[in-house]
T-cell receptor, first 112, second 114 residues
Framework: DAKTTQPTSMDCAEGRAANLPCNHS???????VYWYRQIHSQGPQYIIH?????ETNEMASLIITEDRKSSTLILPHATLRDTAVYYC????WGSGNTPLVFGKGTRLSVIA | EAGVVQSPRYKIIEKKQPVAFWCNPI?????LYWYLQNLGQGPELLIR????????DSQLPKDRFSAERLKGVDSTLKIQPAELGDSAVYLC????????????FGPGTRLTVL
């Protein structure tokens, strides 16, 4: 079973920041937080991952609380093409290529 | 560089018929995964290969599902016979050998069983 809890759906106005929360209160010390997204009729796509420090790449920023029990994915300037289901996943790093355990994710709708 | 290739993209069959899905992973990726995605749900692992060896097939319904990756490159997933409940998207993913980095997914095959 997925070890994360996410809201079912969210709306965001185009051009505004989209902040997607995720709870992972039972996360272990060696588990990373991963985010993937799935645009309609496509396979999931990796966005970002982190352990405890905040991370940023060209797609998004990941903010992890100090106790690591929750995190927020930030899309700084959402566009219509960011409409997708976003999955928050916790996974052990360094244990080989273990499979991803997906929950139901958050359906983000970016509105013009 | 080409991504993960899957075919066909769509398949419609009648129940009790056989069906097969093909996946060609990204070149050089040792690990290959087959996931099943039901409508409104996240993907669930069916089987994972490390090269040609199936290292995790505990979720594969072996009475009707089979998979192979004979030369450690492309892979085929088969259902025989198909049931109505098998209607879903079948996703293939691959990743390079190592410590559990990014997985790259194909577009999936949408199966409809009538």
């Amino acid at each position: 079973d997925a070890k994360t809890t996410q809201p079912t759906s969210m709306d965001c106005a185009e051009g505004r920041a989209a902040n997607l929360p995720c709870n992972h209160s039972t996360i272990s010390g060696n588990e990373y937080v991963y985010w993937y997204r799935q645009i309609h009729s496509q396979g999931p796509q990796y966005i970002i991952h982190g352990l405890k420090n905040n991370e940023t790449n060209e797609m998004a920023s990941l903010i992890i609380t100090e106790d690591r029990k929750s995190s927020t994915l930030i899309l700084p300037h959402a566009t219509l093409r960011d409409t997708a289901v976003y999955y928050c996943i916790v996974r052990v790093w360094g244990s080989g290529n273990t499979p991803l355990v997906f929950g139901k994710g958050t359906r983000l709708s970016v509105i013009a | 560089e080409a991504g993960v290739v899957q075919s066909p993209r769509y398949k419609i069959i009648e129940k009790k018929q056989p069906v097969a899905f093909w996946c060609n992973p990204i070149s050089g990726h040792n690990t290959l995964y087959w996931y099943l995605q039901n409508l409104g749900q996240g993907p669930e692992l069916l089987i994972r290969y490390e090269n040609e060896e199936a290292v995790d097939d505990s979720q594969l319904p072996k009475d009707r599902f089979s998979a192979e990756r004979l030369k450690g490159v492309d892979s085929t997933l088969k259902i025989q016979p198909a049931e109505l409940g098998d209607s879903a998207v079948y996703l293939c993913a691959s990743s390079p050998a190592g410590t559990g980095g990014e997985q790259f997914f194909g577009p999936g095959t949408r199966l409809t069983v009538l």
